[in-house]
């Protein structure tokens, strides 16, 4: 996958002039410059990509005090939806909208790298599953741990729904091209939910991305490659991909500025890897 992008300056952002000595040798006051831009951005769609924008919001709403930014959910399939209708400025997603929005005027905003890991029940004695292991547990072919040299335990399978842009990573990385997810799989409206899920649910086994990693559930290696950035970097990694934020048409003012934001060094360099996210500008082109 190759990503063109540009580190962005952080526009709107409020400064203080230097102080200047006047002619008579006293200290001139600092001014604030106020920042000009106003108006409303919401957002909706990619769990994965939620509490990245949600600290953006955050972060941009402080320095920009005449700015509202609301986030919400739903899934990729909802955030692409919400934003061809009109109803929402951006959509989350992490998949490329395809050819059923080819005709709906979206322009791609690529912002960050979301890894995604397999995880299991802490009772789940297995560590790796090859891509082959893997998508036959996920269709429902292999349904006892045994049968992958764990132990003798039914396999529960927590994942998303049909709208989820994780599920159709998921299906699109693990899965044989022409499977689909076991009928009885569990589904969840979130990616936190299907965390909460595999943490309760002995025998589990689900999927989500790398900022939803907690010590409760375990994190296995797929295909003997251990999650980690520097295995992304060099390629032995393949559970990622590219976030996008999606706009119907160029981005008006205030959008522009709050994506540009997102993608400034600052923001990149410091809140994208503290969130356990990875920097676009550190793929390889």
């Known amino acids: 996958m190759v990503a063109t992008l540009a580190a962005g300056l952080m526009v709107g952002c409020g400064t203080d002039s230097s102080a200047e000595a ?9 001014t604030e410059t106020k920042s000009d831009l106003s108006g409303k951005i919401t957002a ?5 990509l939620l509490p990245l924008v949600k600290q953006a919001a955050t972060e941009f709403q402080d320095q920009n005090k005449s700015v509202t930014i609301d986030v919400s959910g739903g899934g990729s399939g909802t955030g692409l939806k919400q934003v061809a209708e009109g109803s929402v400025t951006v959509g989350m997603s992490d998949v490329e ?3 059923d929005y080819a005709d709906k005027g979206l322009v791609d905003h690529q912002v960050v790298v979301a890894p995604f890991v397999l995880v299991t029940n802490k009772d789940v004695n297995v560590t790796n599953l090859t891509k082959e292991q893997a998508g036959k547990i996920f269709t429902g072919e292999i349904s006892n741990w045994k049968d992958v040299g764990g132990k003798d335990e039914k396999i529960t399978i927590v994942g998303r729904p049909e709208s989820s842009g994780s599920r159709k990573l998921v299906k ?3 899965l044989p091209a022409d499977k689909d997810f076991a009928k009885d799989a569990i589904a969840q409206d979130s990616t936190g939910a299907v965390r909460q899920t595999v943490q309760q649910t002995a025998g589990s086994i689900g999927y989500i991305d790398a900022p939803y990693i907690t010590p409760e559930i375990n994190v296995l290696k797929f295909e003997n490659v251990e999650y980690s950035k520097d295995n992304i970097f060099n390629g032995t990694y393949k559970l990622f991909a590219f976030e996008h934020m999606y706009t119907k048409g160029e981005p008006d003012k205030v959008t522009k500025a709050f994506l540009d934001y997102i993608m400034s060094d600052a923001f990149q360099s410091k809140t994208v890897e503290e969130l356990k996210f990875i ?5 390889k082109k």
């Open 22 to 30: 006047t002619k008579s040798g006293d200290a001139g006051k600092a």
């Open 44 to 48: 909706s769609g990619s769990t994965a």
């Open 97 to 99: 909208s395809g050819k």
């Open 172 to 174: 699109a990385l693990v």
């Open 279 to 283: 920097p676009v500008n550190k793929m």
